[in-house]
């Protein structure tokens, strides 16, 4: 038996998938071939001026699991993927997809502390 080098998973041979050369489970594998740029000032661009245009202001237009993420950031006053890991029980993968979005909603942001690398809320 293998094991997801992403989520931990146990994988049975036929349900292997290898994306360069590294073990992923299914959903884990679909995570790597989409390409989010964390710091894409075109992509931050876009999406204000989407949300601009939609009349969206705070958490207007987020999914749910982008609101747990942006509530239990600002719950934590910050949160290191480690901890969004193990509160949602899913992949780094999928969590850092929807960071990402935070960012370039301006919703969500990096911070460098002294134990590590933070996410938190856009105004802290």
Known sequence: MEK???CGALLEDDDIYEVKGKIFCDTCAMG???VLQKCDPGAVRSALRDRQRSGFT?????????KEIYGFMKD???ATMQQFVEKFKCAPET???ELTV????EL???QKRADGVY??????
């Open 76 to 78: 934590q006053d910050g």
């Open 108 to 110: 969500g942001k990096g």
């Open 95 to 97: 969590i850092d997809n």
């Open 102 to 105: 935070l960012r370039h909603l």
């Open 4 to 6: 997801c080098i992403s």
């Open 58 to 66: 705070g958490l207007d237009g987020l999914t749910d699991f982008q």
């Open 119 to 124: 996410f938190v809320v856009w105004e802290a």
């Open 32 to 34: 790597q071939h989409k």
